[in-house]
């Protein structure tokens, strides 16, 4: 009876690496909350991982990508190509709402397949929705109110100057903006009084210049005066 005998310790070291290497892949995708899709060149869909409560992304009477996703896709197979990902975004009409997503195009793996990870952001999307609508509005007040709207920084340096302002005291945004004081537009001799005024009411010293105009406020004061 002859045999041989082989040592076979490196394959199973080889074999129990490529297992914990899988193992850590598959935990790693479960902690992940977002889809991920493996796709070829043109957009075709080769593996997928769906976490549990992910909107469906495939359309079973067919196995292929849904539309909005797969039209989100091929979007961004046209872009030219980048070593760093590229993004895009799409939005889904479920049963209940209409829910948005944002795409995140990989950088070509070695077979040429490429990865796109699908993330949730809708409640980021409604957020900057009601941030852009709160800057419009407050914008159109600032042009349009038909009063001098003037906002400073806490030292007193204009940070804004609108238009009315702009018509009512003759200098334009660029000239006043991060230069100058509102002192600028009052005369001196009214500002002196107005710190002693002040200091009266206030009962602690008011220095003439910008401190004039924010005393009262910065004390959670009304301040309404004639000039």
């Known amino acids: 009876l002859n045999g041989t005998i082989q040592d076979i310790t490196l394959d199973r070291q080889r074999v129990d690496l490529i297992r914990q290497s899988e193992l850590r892949h598959r935990e790693l995708l479960t902690a992940i909350p977002d889809a991920l899709l493996r796709i070829?060149?043109?957009?075709?869909?080769?593996d997928l991982h769906c976490p549990s409560g992910f909107p469906t992304l495939i359309d079973p009477s067919d196995a292929v990508i849904i539309p909005p996703v797969a039209q989100a896709i091929h979007e961004l197979l046209s872009r030219p190509a980048s070593t760093s990902a590229i993004t895009s975004q799409c939005e889904l009409d479920l049963r209940s709402d209409t829910r948005t997503f944002e795409l995140r195009l990989a950088p070509a793996q070695s077979d040429d397949s490429r990865l796109v990870l699908l993330h949730e952001i809708t409640e980021r999307k409604a957020a900057e929705n009601r941030l852009a609508a709160a800057v419009a509005w407050q914008s159109a007040f600032h042009?349009?109110?038909?009063?001098?709207?003037?906002?400073?920084?806490?030292?007193?340096?204009?940070?804004?100057?609108?238009?009315?302002a702009e018509a009512m005291l003759g200098?334009?945004?660029?000239?006043?903006?991060?230069?100058?004081?509102?002192?600028?537009?009052?005369?001196?001799?009214?500002?002196v009084a107005r710190a002693r005024e002040l200091s009266a009411q206030l009962g602690t010293p008011i220095e003439p210049g910008f401190e004039v105009f924010v005393a009262r406020a910065r004390r959670n004061l009304p301040s309404t005066d004639e000039w």
């Open 40 to 46: 070829s060149p043109v957009g075709d869909l080769l």
């Open 171 to 191: 200098y334009s945004a660029a000239e006043v903006i991060n230069c100058i004081t509102p002192a600028k537009f009052y005369d001196p001799d009214e500002i």
């Open 143 to 164: 042009d349009f109110a038909g009063f001098a709207v003037i906002s400073t920084s806490p030292s007193g340096l204009i940070v804004s100057f609108n238009r009315s």
